[in-house]
């Protein structure tokens, strides 16, 4: 059977947070079986916790934001993504502010901060969502979808005319007993046209952006000296962001997901339509033949 994980101890934390430019100090803590991942604010009055889920997701403008009565999160999707490739299940994620904070922009600090603690089995199963029937949501020649698949996949394919964007691939995909997370998708940062940042900044977003957590892309170039991480890294960080925004579903997917142009609203309304449609899926634990199975995707071998 395989289990569900948490950490061995608690580990912290120190950054900023990419849109309200707030220092945030962040604790993660182990959680029992069957908790989930659960958010809580010390600088709230209220003691209360907000569990990452699908149905919490507020706003998805640049981010992806959860919220529940009055307590908010913003930004929860590079950490969430993260903790679906270190097959972590219960957590609890402590923030002093709002935002989580964006680190270097991708995954890679928090793979390597929970590293540093490590991963425990707990006694439960783990639980997983197997894709029975595709589930699609499109929006004009967007879409999003999630297919039956006998494993983890993802593809995502990065549109946008720009001569810069123009010079790199534009898709990238992943099947994940092939290719590990933590090396071919877990550093892939962040990215935005510096004009676009510009306007963002204006509608006070990306407040605390810079070089540090995003890649610039001028008319012309790359901005960041150190250049990109990934040939793929625009369509990688795509797929990272929709792993994150997918693992707000509460468990790790078996199944195929496949994005074009789209973003943290549409992966959220696939999510959404995945738990509205009864027929589409089924919650499963693994066992015996299929362990063996999904073992590299869904047990990696960077988590033990
Ligand atoms: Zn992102």
């Known amino acids: 059977m395989l289990r569900q994980r948490t950490i061995k101890t608690a580990v912290h934390a120190i950054g900023v947070g990419v849109h309200s430019a707030k220092k945030v100090r962040m604790t993660l803590r182990p959680a029992g079986e069957n908790t989930g991942i659960l958010f809580t604010r010390t600088d709230s009055l209220k003691a209360c916790a907000l569990k990452a889920t699908a149905h919490n997701v507020c706003d998805t403008t640049l981010s ?82 999630l297919k039956p698949f006998a494993g983890f996949k993802a593809g995502y394919t990065f549109v946008a005319d720009h001569p810069v964007y123009n010079r790199y691939p534009k898709r990238a995909e992943l099947d994940f007993s092939k290719a590990s997370y933590v090396d071919h998708v877990s550093r892939a940062r962040s990215f935005g046209l510096m004009n676009e940042l510009e306007q963002a900044q204006r509608m006070n977003k990306c407040l605390g952006s810079s070089l540090e957590n995003a890649v610039g892309v001028n008319d012309f170039n790359v901005v960041n000296p150190e250049g990109l991480r990934y040939n793929d890294e625009f369509a990688k960080h795509k797929l990272l962001d929709a792993i994150g925004d997918l693992y707000l579903l509460g468990s790790p997917i078996i199944g195929a997901f496949n994005g074009y142009k789209s973003g943290h609203a549409m992966n959220n309304q696939l999510a959404r339509k995945l738990l509205e449609t009864q027929d589409a899926f089924e919650m499963v634990t693994l066992n015996g033949r299929d362990r063996e199975v999904v073992r590299p995707i869904l047990q990696p071998a960077s988590a033990g």
């Not at 929860?76 to 502010?97: F, K, P, Q, R, T």
Request: charged share 20%.
């Open 64 to 145: 992806t934001t959860i919220s529940h009565k009055d307590l908010r999160v913003s930004t929860v999707e590079h950490l969430m993504s993260a903790l679906w490739g270190l097959g972590i299940d219960n957590l609890i994620v402590e923030l002093s502010s709002e935002e989580v904070p964006i680190m270097d922009g991708s995954a890679a600090p928090f793979i390597y901060l929970i590293n540093t603690v490590g991963v425990v089995e707990q006694a439960a199963a783990k639980k997983y969502i197997r894709i029975k029937n595709e589930v699609t949501v499109r929006n004009g020649d967007s879409f999003a979808t």
